[in-house]
């Protein structure tokens, strides 16, 4: 098995190093801004609820088995940041149309509309950030940071690597 060393071996560490720091400066924005948007409170979401509430929004209804294998996360942790979002009116507990005794996740009118309102502030955050680049020079961009997402989750999960997150265009 390769080490680390032999992984960079051939490779420009300096540009590494410049790499992983504008990932690390990217990460700690991305984190202060929480990615709201226009900075008003209203459109703000935690990271966890805006990644639950898009991916039952995508995908539909669904267990919580369901959701965590999606995301890639355990149980009691979907089970966890799930509750203030049913405590909200965001997500609603259903029963399973074929197992009455299981439980489906599902979207609220109310959360579906929430969602929105955070994804469209988030529209006008990208648009601004991105004012003066070309379309071909944000996709290029998206294109390569969701093959980067997609790297870093394959190294998080090994040979089980879950897929890319599903690009949506507004």
Known sequence: MPTSQDMTTGLDTGLLDA?????AVFARRAEQTRLGGTGQLRTTMDRAAYLLLNRLDQEG????????A????????VTRQV???????????TSHPEDGRAVVLQLSPRGQARLE???SSR?????RVTEGWTAAEREAFCTLLTRFNS????QQSGPRAA????VRPS
């Not at 790499?19 to 990932?23: E, G, I, R, T």
């Not at 209804?61 to 965590?68: C, H, R, S």
């Open 151 to 154: 790297a870093l989750s394959a």
């Open 83 to 93: 509750a203030p979002l049913v405590d909200t009116g965001l997500v609603k507990r």
């Open 61 to 68: 209804p669904m267990g919580v088995k369901a959701l965590a």
């Open 163 to 166: 897929g890319p997150e599903p």
């Open 123 to 127: 529209r006008d955050l990208m648009a």
């Open 117 to 119: 309102e955070v994804r």
């Open 19 to 23: 790499l992983q720091h504008q990932v």
């Open 70 to 77: 999606g995301m890639g996360i355990d149980s009691s942790t």
